[in-house]
């Protein structure tokens, strides 16, 4: 921590430290500095607010947005966004400031608690004792010993929600390969956004969500993504809004998607109400406008052989065989001939005939208005705005890939940017880059013993089934079949589950199945507050605050050059918590054996970050990190630019002065387009690999399935409205929700004070008997909610908005009196079989007065 200093602002000062008038000049002292305590000095002196600025990472959300922690006489009172920061620039969006609610939540728990009641339930009371962290890790210790002497060490298991870095998240999967256990971190990215993530790897390679260059991009095409909700890193989305809509020459023209009127939708250039599910048919179309009219980025997707368009609407084009390079009688050189006709000669990309012959020949805007209810002319005007707009590129999320044809959705939109080259472009979208962390202090894989090694866990499949054939084998997490799985005995009974940052007892689709599940399980909670998981914990273990620890925050995709965060304690804990991390150090030390000497080596969190700071010695960050006290001092290290960029038809590496260093295919292959093919896959070469298994676990034709299609979306539920569950900015990822002020500002675009209303259209309202304000009971086939609607002229007539953050039951006073149903409760748990992606928004409701 740094004693406030004379760079910051009076007017910063006075803000944050509430001293006016004459007093402010006089404000700060340095501790222990100052007159003799005897003097009438001092005793002013001790009068005087004490303030210091802690560097931290808001935890709002994932965007790591830089703060200023304010403390004075050893009470947080202010957060600012850190101006030094290069995500926050010295600003925050309205979750920001809340970190100060959160450290002093009158709910929090106040140290390690016990369960004494057996009985488990949403009514029950759990009986909690207090304990000491001794017993309560013991106790830990104790179980998991027995289940691996027992064998039955897969019977444990972690789940994780917003995650960090090495210390938390890292630790996990270390804790988990040292104990033995297939379980030892199942993610909420099922839950989350997988279907973006997987859309990306099975065309362009890159499995993780993008890092954009707005601030370059001059048309930028949105589908159900929130922009200025909930899109990430939101903060700085907010202020890259301001300068592409702004100050920005020429302006970025926007075009939004989604199904109902949201602060994005009125802020862009165009809005769009799309039926939901049908967004990849709203690609589709665009793809082929762009493709019938010429509109292609040649440079990077390649060009028939004698440079007409042969793509027609209705008719098959032929793929140019390329000669075998022959060489050249006067130079040596080997070259490739020219090629003779019409076929396509592709450069960047691989399967876009193909795709064009089965798929988009017959996709055109006409059939995509009969399915999406977007007007044809419409459609074809901004597939061409779109197509010859340089640079553009196309963004999605949970509204256009959360149903059940979600990868095809997803793929569909993301091969818009293939079209138009926006990867790895000036403008376009990239993956991120990480940091150069040092070693650990020991490598895990040295102190595996022979049953980490060997053990019958090593036959025991995950109880997500994530990775199997007899699941989803593409998956990456399948952390919303747990508790259903667990319930099942399929493929075996959870004995003790650890959940960390995560409540998916009450975010899982059907939580009322979870809260079954969780009846036969010993269950461990970590949060610093209530929540439906501590309700129904045998464990409460409770983490400190993120102002109130240390922790690494690994980089959330920004612009893609290469960052690392800090979290540094504002204040000490004030209550019996500990890090998360230490728990699992502490609990790993009492394991015995090489577990034991692992953990003792580690020794604790800290001491893990010390190491990993010595990585910055080597690389020094552009703002002078080299090593642990620059990075507690300035809670950030980063590293610009960007290393690649592709420039008409060609990847460049930087080479210290600018893009010039070509790469070759080779390169590129390994080092951006991670595929196959080394190219931009409209033909998924990941997918074809799996198609039979695909067709055989979806019925779909195996013929197909590694190209953006159009599928029709199946809707469970029973009902006859779509059900959108789509985050505010508020939401604040699900850790506000015990807040007053969030409560009192949830959802401003249909004034939303105090609860979450259900959005209507007049004509569904009034077809059902319904008024403004009307208390509503929404059902489908799994569970019926009550909440109060809104009438609303910019939702779509066949489908009804209820923000996803209230109805909790065990979450804090002032949550649990918000008189809103819990989404969830009537949401069907569906899966994507290929991506594993949660389909919160496949399901149909019925909507009656209450």
Known sequence: MDEINTNVSRRRFLQATGVTGAAATVALTVPGAGPDSGTAEAQTARRQPNTVVTKNICHQCPARCGIDVYTTDGRVHAIHGNPDHPIANGKLCPKGPLGVYILYDPDRWRGPMRRTNPAKGRDVDPGFVPISWDEALDMVADRLKGLRERGESHRFAMLSGRGWGTTDIGMMGQFGSLYGTPNSNIGHSSMCSDGSMKARFFTDGNDSYNAHDYRNCNYLMMFGCGFLEAFRPYNYNMQMWGYMRGRKTPKTRVTAVDVHMNTTLAASDRALLIKPGTDGALALSMAHVILTEGLWEKSFVGDFADRLNHFVAGQDVSEAAVPEPVEDPETGEMVTPAIEGEGFVPRWTHGLVDWWNIELKDRTPEWAAEITDIPAEMIRTVAREFGSTRPAMAIFERGAHAHTNGVFNAMAIHALNGLVGAVFAKGGMMYQMGPSYGALP??????????????????????????????????????????????????????????????????????????????????????????????????????????????????????????????????????????????????????????????????????????????????????????WEAWVEKGIWYKKPYMWQLRDGTFYEWDGIDYARPMDAEEVKTRLLRTPSGKFEFRSGRLEEHAEWIAEMTGRDPATVMFPIWEPPVHPGGGDLYLSTPKVALHAEGRGSNIPMVIAHLQPTVGGRGEAFVEIHPETARARGISDFDMVRITSEVGSIEARCRIFNGTRPDTIVLPMEYGHWASGRWSNAVPTGHSGDCTVNQSDRVTGQCMYYSTKVRVAKA
């Open 442 to 627: 020991a490598n895990v894989a040295d102190y595996r013993d022979d049953y980490a090694e060997n053990g019958p866990w090593r036959q025991q499949p995950r109880i997500d089934m994530q990775g199997n054939r007899d699941g989803y084998l593409l998956a990456r997490n399948m952390q919303q079949e747990v508790g259903p799985n667990s319930l099942a005995g399929t493929p075996y009974k959870l004995d003790t589950i650890l959940f960390y940052q995560n409540n998916a007892i009450w975010t899982a689709p059907n939580g009322q199945v979870w809260e079954e599940a969780m009846k036969e399980v010993f269950v461990i909670d970590t949060s610093p507050f209530p929540s439906e998981a501590g309700h129904f914990a045998d464990l409460i273990l409770p983490d400190h605050t993120y102002l109130e620890r240390y922790q690494d925050c690994g980089p959330m995709p920004l612009e893609g050059w290469a960052h690392a965060h800090l979290r540094v304690p504002a204040i000490a804990p004030i209550h019996d918590t500990r890090y998360f991390g230490d728990v699992l150090i502490e609990i790993g030390k009492r394991m015995g054996g090489r577990m034991a000497e692992y953990f003792e080596i580690l020794d604790n969190s800290e001491n893990v970050l010390r190491h990993m700071a010595r990585g910055f010695e080597a690389n020094p960050g552009d703002n002078g990190v080299d090593g």
